[in-house]
């Protein structure tokens, strides 16, 4: 019977952590909920319970114990899968974080080799599946129904001695397309002169027109700073930005 050394468990340790980071560092890039730490953790837990039922002797031990990690991965997966209005996000990071745990159970397992296979897939299917998947999103959005729904978010920046009249333009702009709020939220920014202004807008039809007039209309507010809107969707892609 094999014995696991110091140096193979190091070895394979340290496989699976940097595997779990490198996935990791392109949720992290993308700002998403569970990021380089997240997916180094989930990596290096599933690593030590493999290498756990190994340094104790039993042959039998490892596929079970990979067997309760891919269970424990599930509730892990779900915290942060959330209900976003009408739809869901958090079904890719959840994912991601199944792949972390599956390439830290092959880095136990020895097969440093399939470890990296499997990252790079991993890294594949985030950065090379992504363009295509946009595509596919985008084909049928010309002949799409008119009536579908969209939520947007609108980002503002704006001076603080300007807050009270850029709110209300920005209500008053969203109210002349046409657009009812459903959240508005201000928070003061670290540089104490700046608050930052987001409202949530439920949009029917095209949202780049809908949104087009409120762009123009607070963009020439000399006390607005920055001003853009994106989607409210995981992999959308930012909307029409104007910096002022």
């Known amino acids: 019977m094999h014995t696991l050394t110091t140096y193979d468990f190091l070895l394979r340790l340290a496989t699976g952590v940097g595997c ?4 990791g560092v392109e949720r992290q890039w993308r700002a998403r909920m569970a990021g380089l730490r997240t997916n180094a953790l989930v990596a290096a837990g599933a690593t030590l319970f493999v290498l756990y039922s190994e340094a104790v002797g039993d042959t ?12 424990g991965i599930g509730f892990l997966g779900g915290g942060v899968i959330l209900k976003d209005g009408g739809g869901v996000r958090g079904l890719n990071t959840a994912a991601t974080l199944w792949c972390s745990a599956a390439v830290g159970v092959l ?14 897939s991993v890294l594949a299917v ?7 998947a946009r595509l596919l999103d985008r084909a ?3 002949g799409s129904d ?5 939520l947007a978010t609108v980002h503002l920046r704006c001076d603080r001695q300007a807050e009270t009249h850029v709110r209300a333009l920005l209500v008053q702009a969203l109210a002349g397309s046409r657009l009812a ?26 949202v780049t027109a809908a949104l087009e007039q409120v762009v123009s209309r607070l963009s020439l507010e000399p006390g607005v700073r920055d001003l853009h809107w994106h989607l409210e969707d995981a992999d959308s892609e930012p909307g029409r930005e104007v910096l002022v």
């Open 60 to 71: 039998g031990s490892p596929t079970r114990v990979a067997s309760y990690v891919v269970s």
């Open 140 to 142: 049928p959005a010309a």
């Open 146 to 150: 008119p009536d579908a729904q969209l």
């Open 181 to 206: 709020p459903t959240g508005l939220r201000a928070r003061r920014e670290a540089e104490g002169d700046v608050t930052g202004l987001r409202a949530t807008v439920a949009v029917e039809g095209d």
């Open 126 to 132: 985030h950065l090379v599946l992504r363009p295509a």
């Open 20 to 23: 779990g980071a490198l996935i």
């Open 107 to 120: 880095a136990a397992s020895g097969r440093i080799d399939l470890a990296v296979l499997g990252t790079l």
